[in-house]
């Protein structure tokens, strides 16, 4: 490549809080358009803003979370410009102090493609709390706008121009997704718009310090659009510097049904946000002891997690990344390893059977019948050979709808794994006199018969036999 892109991200995330930025209304996605409305969030002049103290907390933890600096002063300013999705004809947000500044994310592990991505650190310019506004819906030849969104808590979080790819742009937006949900900060899901993305990209010759004409993206409703429209754009400039062209600085949409970038306006039409501190609201000041009590409340991240999982419970690297795909879950597994003996066979079980049951019955882990410590406890029957492997999925489906634990179950329909050499030998003997045939082919070679024997022995104990045991047995019997 003769070009090198020089990608920066622009990512906003509504912040989960009960109500909104400056007003009292519900923060809640999905009501009746325009009926979580004030007259603060519909910019009624005479009103006055009330900062919400959790919604700035949570600003403040996602900058701990991100390695930033904290200010101890700043304040809020107003944005102006003119929108229909802005009632007050500016934007409350932070210009020149925002509560967070110079923080970092590491990325790396595997990439976007599946290949392997080089461990590297992404710069955090900033992150800033603002108010979002309205929501656009557009209906033919109509417009609506609903104001159930305008006021809600915006984090906005602007990174250093340091990526150079489509893979490192991905994994840093599945990076800062992770630590907003995991730090509860905002549930991050991008189908109801509570994260979104603009990404900023140039490119210069290889080996060029200045960067070239930066472009912005915008529109991209997943991670995936984003991936491909990077992908897309670097190729289009590319293109167009190969031709001797000047790129000119301009914002563009992405269109992910064509798969291609459009124009949406260029530089000479971009504003001048005329920002002013908002003479509405005081300045918002932290002490040191503040920022420390609130470092002290921070959630352990995924990434120490995963850390932990292969130190302390023996995982693989696969295993840990499944079982932190998401807080609730990892919180979940944590609590059953910590009550098993075997923290690697919970984890192989809650990969294999309890996810899949939980994607077929719809039900997120929260809801789950089986605790944590009921599947400790199957699997730590399993270990200790009172029931076998085969056993135990007959019983981990009944746990599951019912919630009633392993041994309960296990007593109650007579399950115990039957490991007394005796009666074993008595099952095998039976088998055996009832299959000449197989006994037959077994003796003269055919040594794939022996899992058909073994397959009759546990038929005939009804799965309870202990399948080692039954082995040996049957070789001793058979030679
Ligand atoms: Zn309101």
């Not at 590297?120 to 969104?149: C, F, Q, W």
């Not at 932290?286 to 995982?315: K, N, S």
């Not at 039976?430 to 055919?446: D, H, L």
Request: a negative charge; charged letters at 25%.
């Amino acid at each position: 490549m003769k070009y090198e892109a020089v990608i920066g991200i622009e990512i906003h995330v509504q912040v989960r809080t009960e109500s909104k930025m400056f007003c009292s209304c519900a923060n809640r996605y999905g009501a009746e358009p325009n009926t979580l409305t004030c007259p603060v969030c519909l910019g009624y002049p005479g009103t006055l803003p009330v900062p919400n103290r959790e919604a700035i907390l949570k600003a403040v933890r996602a900058g701990l979370l991100t390695g930033c600096e904290i200010a101890k002063f700043s304040k809020f300013d107003r944005k102006s410009y003119f929108y229909p999705d802005l009632v007050k004809n500016y934007q409350i947000s932070q210009f020149d102090l925002p509560f967070c500044k110079g923080g970092k994310l590491r990325i790396g592990g595997t990439g976007f493609s599946g290949e392997p991505l080089p461990e590297k650190v992404i710069g955090i310019t900033r992150i800033h709390l603002e108010e979002d506004p309205a929501k656009l819906n557009h209906m033919g030849s109509a417009s609506g706008a609903d104001y159930n969104r305008s006021g809600v808590p915006l984090l906005e979080v602007v990174s250093e121009p340091d990526m150079r790819s489509a893979d490192e742009a991905y994994a840093y937006l599945a990076g800062i997704k992770e630590i907003m949900q995991y730090g509860g900060i905002s549930d991050c899901d991008m189908e109801k718009g509570q994260m979104r993305c603009d990404v900023n990209i140039s490119l210069r010759p290889a080996g060029q310090k200045e960067f070239g004409t930066k472009i912005e993206l915008k529109n991209m409703n997943s991670f995936r659009a984003a991936h491909r429209a990077i992908e897309y754009e670097i190729w289009r400039q590319a293109e167009l510097l190969d031709r001797g062209e000047t790129l000119r600085q301009e914002t563009r949409g992405w269109n992910d049904d064509s798969g291609e970038s459009y124009l949406m306006r260029t530089k000479e039409q971009a504003h001048d946000y005329r920002y002013f501190p908002d003479p509405d609201l005081m300045p918002v000041t932290f002490t040191d002891a503040e920022i420390e009590a609130i470092r002290a409340e921070l959630p352990e991240l995924p990434a120490a997690m995963r850390e932990r999982f292969l130190r302390d419970y023996g995982l693989t690297e696969y295993d840990a990344g499944i079982m932190t795909q998401d807080r609730a879950l990892a919180a979940w597994f944590d609590r059953a390893a910590k009550a098993s003996k075997s923290p690697k066979l919970v984890a192989n079980w809650i990969g294999s059977e309890l996810l899949r049951m939980l994607g077929e019955a719809k039900c997120p882990i929260d809801e789950c019948r089986v605790t944590p410590e009921n599947l400790a406890e199957l699997v730590d029957l399993i270990e200790q050979k009172t029931i076998n492997g085969k056993i135990a999925k007959e019983v981990f489906p009944e746990m599951f709808e019912t919630g009633r634990k392993a041994s309960e179950i296990v007593k109650e329909k007579g399950l115990v794994q039957v490991s007394d050499s005796g009666a074993i030998a008595e099952v095998v003997a039976q088998a055996v006199a009832a299959n000449p045939a197989q006994v037959e082919q077994y003796r003269s070679g055919n040594a794939k018969v022996l899992q058909f024997l073994v397959g009759q022995v546990m038929k005939l104990s009804k799965g309870k036999a202990n399948p080692q045991l039954v082995v040996a047995e049957l070789k001793k019997q058979l030679d």
